[in-house]
Each structure stands twice: as structure tokens, then as C-alpha cells.
């Protein structure tokens, strides 16, 4: 018996410069982005008592401390037009994305040197990992999406048709966790010093993000609220706001928030295709 | 379309170790790095050292391999072969040459790779197959011949962590087995496994190069390689010495490039980081007077002694040595503690610097090259050290038994039996 060769003649060369993405080669692999994901997913809860409930739980628990001190403490408004009585509910609209991205960057930042393993043993595209670091949180947010509905119905939110923009939305949000986590993930795989800085860079960026606060607060006039739409969750926040909530729709500071995303993954993969080559030898 | 599965030109690797670390793992590092280079070269005559740090694991390394060869791939620990496997399974990339695959590569370079404890076998399995490439559709057909292979099938649904070392193995090499790649790359799996498994193993292997799938098989087990391959390369200090019959290739590879003077020492990076804190020194062969030599004589004693380091205390520590002849076959195994006595006394080795030595009785080896392996391990619980191809060395038969006949003699020992003649009466 003869076996037939199938698969393609493969070149072992060193790479100069920048290399191609390769996205067909990624495209054979998927399912391995799926079984990476379906792993991380599998593994987070087994073992905790609680299992899948801290999805519901963590988001919540941060959603009361937040109304207790700055809805009611603080006493900072919610968007226009809604009243200070659904700040749990503003609140939560805000940390449902702000969560997927949190979890997404986190876990994608060290997720290449937590697959060192992987990386010194067989071949495979690299970008799988930090793809399927960023996808894992999406179970996580489905669950929450769900406490989101719950509360709406209590609180009488009505639903609204621009519920539909959502799924682009939470794209956007993978997007940008995965643009910023293509860059951390490469760097960290050299300097370990990213994996001690995420924490800190995370909860600036909360700060530097409406999740607590209305992006009211932010002037209309003049330049600023360009500079925060060069954040792109601002973008995916205020998104997320109007498609739940009805405050004031996406304007050109979502446009702006978009084109960063778009910029920040772009060289996020470039960049990381062309450490690439050293990841085996060095992680 | 060219009938070659793997073609190789000029293949080098270069990786940096050193002064200067392999890599700078902080931005502290960095700055130090860079703030010494920029001092460096302000110093007048000061040279850039940029070869003094660096390595080259493999050096012009250039071959072919058939479609459906089963080719062998022997080297000393550290030889560059696993570099080699690796440049091969695409893990890491050549620094200068090119190579040419033809075909999907399989590599059971470690078993288990991907393997995560908190998941079940079953689980494993999926997991497992997709990280080596296969579909899941291919992995859902094979599931049930995976699971009879691997003789775990009563365990299938529990978490591996709860697996025995042995059926966690089982189950890593019966997915990679399945794997059905057109070229397979396996590197000394076969060293782990009781013997009933290995034995299963080598017939899989067996069956993939009957399929005319193209094997590179690389291990330390000369009988093995004996038996497997047709044609070996013989690598050393990361170059394509030798290339031949397999039975040639594995005499080169015994007889040369070994300490010749009946002394072995071992540079830092022969002994694998794992070895810790074994650390072997020095293996010597001495004649009935004491002396190191290449060659003892088979009518004499003779003394094997390996001195070694531990840089901790280990307990349940044997050192031993296998004797092989130089056609990979087994002569005997020994540990130092095999006496019950010693094994109580030396139940836990302090750290320091010892030396364990045994005698060859007289009269016990035939004439020829001998090999001597060595290893370091405590029962059940690690091996620390292992080096199957130390040193060899030559047996002197002049007086032996029977050596009035000018005839080689059969067999790996030559004992001096007590013959008695009775002549019977009719």
C-alpha cells in the first residue's frame, strides 16, 4: 500500500522581515481554536464549588459595590435620560463588556507562555492560542448577558430593536482584547515584566473607560471626546448603553473607537507573526 | 513529482546561551543589557563577542530521505538530534538552509504533549488528536481503536491525573500512534512503558513503515535501531558525520567519537537540566593494575567506577551500568545497591562527591568492543540520569578459554566453565 500525498510541500527557511499572515493556514487549524477554547472553558470551573455561578456572581457583586458607591455615595448620573433608579442596570450594561475584554486580555497575555509546552513540542499557527484565549470568555459572558436580560425585566427596561447591533459589539470588544492581547501576549513571551503589568494596566484602563460613570461627563465640545474615543471600549461601551438602554446613540467617537481597533490589530498581527519565530526557543 | 520525503540543504541552528543569557526575560535585563553593550563599545579595541555567546546546535546539516524509509538517527546526548527533529516538526525555524517536506508530519517528539491533567482521558484524547492535527471527524473514527490500543478503556471517563504514569503513557502514544501521518518522527519514546507495551509499540511502528510511510526514528537503543531502520545518520557535536547501513552506522557511531582512553567525562550541556541534582563526573574503565585503558583482558579483572556528584541528598539513589555489546543486545544490569545491605545503608545519599565501583570477575567477556550505559535513578520515583552509549571499551581474549583455536567465538561472554570428561566404559 502506496501512501498518496495529500498535503502540500512544506519549506523550512529562516524568515527575514515581515512575514504574511498565513490565514489559511490558520483556517485549517480551526478546530484547534475550538478544542483550545473548549479546554480553557472545561477547566476553568472544574474543581470550583461553584463552578459556572461565578460567572453570575463576580459581575454582580462588582455591579453592587459600584451602585452603592457611586450611584448612591457619589451620586454620579446615569446617561441622559435614564433615570438614577436603573444605575444597577447602567452599571451592568457597562461591566458586561468591560468583563469579556478584562477576561480576554488577562487570559490572552500570558496565554502563550502558558502554553509553553505546546509551543517547544509541535507545530501549529501560533495565533490559535491567543485566538482561542479570547474566545473563552465568551461563555462567561453569554451567562451574564442572561443576569443583564433578568435585570432589565425587573428593573422594566423596555427591549428594543437595536438589541440586534449587540453581536457587532461584543466583536468589536474581542476585537480590541485581542488586538491588545496579540501585542502583550509576544512581549511577555520575552519580557515577563508584561504579565506583572496587566493588572495595573487593566484597572487604569477601566478608569479611563465609562463602566462606573456616564460618558456624559466627558464634553461634548471641543477635543476631548475624541482623545477617550481613541480608547476603543469607550466606543463598545457606549455602544452597549444605547443598544440596552436607549441613552444617546454612537456618534464619530464610536467611528474613531473603530478605526484604533482596527490599527491595533493589524500591527498587533504583524508583530506577532514576526516574533513568532523565536517563541520555541525562547519562552 | 520526486519520490524524497524530507530533503535538507545546508541545515544550521544557532542558539544563544551564555554571559549574555539565552534571552532577557525582564526590561531590567534589557537596559542592563543594552546600557553594557553601549559601555562595551565605548571601551577602545573592545570587539563585539557575538560568537562567544552563541551556539551552534546544528551545522550544515544536508540529506535526503526516501519515501518509506525507515531512517535512524543516533548521536551522544546533546548531539543536536532533537534540534534537528525539532527544525523537522516545524517547532523551530532554521537559522541558515533550507529544507523540504513533503507531507504531513507526525512527531511523537513527547508523548502526552497537550495533555492536561483536570480532563479526562476521553477528553485527552480529543484534545490531544486536534493538537496533533487530526480532524475531529478522523479522531471520532479512531476514538474506540485509540482507547482498545492504550488498554485504558475502563478509565476513560476519569480525570488523567488520576491515571498510573503507565496508563497515562499508554493513552499519549496510542493517540500519536493513530495519528497516521506520512512521515513519523519519533524520539525515544520507546525508553518509557513496561515491556509488554514497548513491545506493542515497536510492532506499531513497524506497521507504519510496512504502510510505506516514512519513519525517522531517533533513540539510544541500538538493538532497536537495529532492528527498525535500513540506512542511519550518525550526528555529532550537530554535524552529519556519518550516513550508512544501519549495521555500519551503528559501529561507527559506538566506536568513535567515545573517549578512547577508558575515561568518559560529560560537559555541562550533556547532562539535561532534569538530572538534577545527579550530576555525573567521570566513568573509567581500569585494568587488573589499577590502570585507566580501553582495554582489559578477558582472563583478568577488571574495575568499572563512575564518580559523580550530588548536589542534594536523594533518597532510594541507585547507580548502575548496563553492559551492552556493540550490536545493541544486553549483556547484564547492575546497581550498586542491588545488595540489600548497601541499598539499607545508602537508603539516603547525603550531597558530595562519591564514587560507585564494581570488579568484573575474570573469565566473563568474550573478546570484542563493549559497551557501557549508565544510570542514575531511584525505583519507581525518577530517573535521574541517563546515558546508554557512555563509553566503550576492548576485551583482550588472549588466554581465554579456547584460545588455542584461532576462531572467533559466538557469544558475549566467555566464562571459564568447569569441563569434566568421563569416559564411560563398554
Redesign the interface.
Known amino acids: 500500500m502506496t501512501v498518496e500525498n495529500t498535503s502540500p510541500t512544506v519549506y523550512l527557511r529562516p524568515s527575514k522581515g515581515w512575514i504574511p499572515l498565513n490565514l489559511a493556514d490558520l483556517w485549517a487549524y480551526r478546530e484547534l481554536v475550538y478544542f483550545l477554547t473548549w479546554r480553557d472553558i472545561k477547566v476553568r470551573y472544574k474543581q470550583a464549588v461553584l463552578g459556572v455561578l461565578w460567572a453570575i456572581l463576580q459581575p454582580v457583586m462588582i455591579m453592587v459595590v459600584f451602585t452603592v458607591i457611586f450611584g448612591r455615595l457619589a451620586g454620579l448620573p446615569p446617561d441622559a435620560g435614564i433615570p438614577q433608579e436603573w444605575y444597577p442596570v447602567f452599571s451592568f450594561a457597562a461591566l458586561l463588556p468591560w468583563q469579556l475584554f478584562q477576561a480576554a486580555l488577562q487570559r490572552s497575555s500570558v496565554s502563550l507562555v502558558g502554553n509553553a509546552n505546546l509551543l517547544t513540542k509541535v507545530y501549529f499557527p501560533r495565533l490559535i492560542i491567543p485566538f482561542s484565549a479570547v474566545a473563552a470568555g465568551l461563555v462567561d459572558f453569554f451567562i451574564s448577558l442572561m443576569v443583564l436580560f433578568a435585570l432589565m425585566l425587573a428593573y422594566g427596561v423596555p427591549f428594543t430593536w437595536n438589541l440586534l447591533w449587540l453581536p457587532l459589539l461584543v466583536l468589536l470588544a474581542l476585537m480590541t482584547a485581542l488586538a491588545v492581547g496579540l501585542w502583550l501576549s509576544a512581549l511577555n513571551v520575552q519580557y515577563r515584566d508584561v504579565q506583572q503589568m496587566v493588572p495595573f494596566l487593566l484597572q487604569a484602563w477601566m478608569y479611563a473607560s465609562p463602566v462606573a460613570y456616564s460618558i456624559d461627563l466627558i464634553p461634548v465640545d471641543g477635543p476631548w471626546r475624541l482623545i477617550y474615543g481613541l480608547n476603543p471600549m469607550t466606543g463598545v461601551i457606549q455602544g452597549f448603553r444605547w443598544a440596552l438602554l436607549g441613552s444617546s446613540p454612537p456618534d464619530q467617537l464610536m467611528a474613531i473607537s473603530v478605526v484604533m481597533v482596527v490599527i491595533l490589530l493589524i500591527t498587533g498581527l504583524y508583530y506577532f507573526r514576526r516574533m513568532e519565530r523565536k517563541f520555541a526557543d525562547m519562552v | ?1 520526486s519520490d524524497l520525503a524530507i530533503r ?1 540543504e545546508h ?1 544550521s541552528k544557532q ?1 544563544r546561551i551564555g554571559a549574555q543569557a ?7 535585563d ?1 537596559i542592563i543589557g543594552t546600557a553594557e553593550r553601549v559601555a562595551n563599545r565605548l571601551k577602545p579595541g573592545a570587539k563585539g563577542s557575538n560568537s562567544a555567546n552563541t551556539i551552534w546546535a546544528l551545522r550544515d546539516i544536508s540529506f535526503d530521505v526516501r ?2 524509509q525507515v531512517l535512524g538517527i543516533v548521536g551522544r546526548n546533546g548531539a543536536g538530534k532533537s534540534t534537528l527533529l ?20 507526525g ?1 511523537l ?2 508523548v502526552g ?2 495533555f ?1 491533567p ?2 479526562t482521558g476521553r ?1 485527552n484524547i ?2 490531544n488528536g ?4 487530526m ?2 471527524s478522523e479522531i471520532a473514527r479512531k476514538f474506540d481503536e485509540i482507547v482498545e490500543f492504550s488498554e485504558v478503556g475502563a478509565f476513560i471517563d476519569t ?1 488523567v491525573k488520576r491515571y498510573s504514569s503507565g496508563m497515562y503513557l499508554r493513552l499519549a502514544f496510542s493517540v500519536a500512534a493513530h495519528l497516521e501521518p ?1 512521515i513519523l518522527v519519533v524520539d525515544e519514546v520507546l525508553a518509557v512503558g513496561d515491556a509488554e507495551f514497548q513491545r506493542k509499540c515497536m510492532g506499531k511502528m513497524g506497521d507504519v513503515a510496512q ?3 516514512t519513519v525517522l526514528f531517533v533513540s539510544h537503543n541500538m538493538s532497536a535501531i537495529l532492528r527498525l531502520t535500513q540506512e542511519t545518520l550518525v550526528i555529532d557535536k550537530g554535524r552529519l558525520v556519518m550516513r550508512g547501513p544501519t549495521p555500519q552506522a551503528v559501529d561507527y557511531y559506538l566506536s568513535h567519537g567515545y573517549a578512547t582512553e577508558g575515561e568518559r567525562t560529560w560537559d555541562a550541556e550533556e547532562v539535561p537540566a532534569d538530572a538534577y541534582p545527579f550530576k555525573p563526573l567521570a566513568l573509567r574503565v581500569r585494568d587488573s593494575r589499577g590502570k585507566v585503558s580501553d582495554t582489559i583482558r578477558s582472563t583478568e579483572p577488571a574495575t568499572l567506577e563512575l564518580e559523580y556528584r550530588l548536589e542534594e541528598s536523594i533518597t532510594g539513589l541507585r547507580v548502575g551500568l548496563y553492559l551492552m555489546s556493540t550490536r545493541g543486545e544486553y549483556v547484564f544490569t547492575s546497581f550498586d545497591t542491588d545488595a540489600p545491605e548497601a541499598f539499607e545503608r545508602y537508603s539516603v545519599r547525603p550531597a558530595g562527591r562519591y564514587i560507585s565501583r564494581c570488579t568484573l570477575p575474570a573469565d566473563l567477556l568474550n573478546e570484542g568492543r563493549f559497551v557501557i550505559g549508565v544510570n542514575a535513578s531511584s525505583y519507581r520515583i525518577k530517573r535521574y540520569f541517563q546515558d546508554e552509549q557512555a563509553i566503550t571499551f576492548t576485551v583482550d581474549g588472549a588466554g581465554a578459554p579456547g584460545t588455542v583455536w584461532p576462531e572467533p567465538r559466538l557469544g558475549a561472554v566467555r566464562p571459564r566453565l568447569d569441563w569434566q570428561i568421563e569416559v564411560i566404559k563398554e
Open positions: 513529482m535538507v541545515l542558539y539565552a534571552r532577557y526575560d525582564t526590561l531590567r534589557v519515501r518509506g525539532k527544525v523537522l516538526a516545524r517547532v523551530t525555524e532554521p537559522t541558515e538552509g533550507l529544507g523540504e517536506i513533503h507531507g504531513r508530519v512527531s517528539l513527547e504533549t497537550g492536561h483536570e480532563l477528553e480529543f484534545l486536534a493538537i496533533l492535527g480532524k475531529r480525570p506520512e504502510e510505506g510511510r
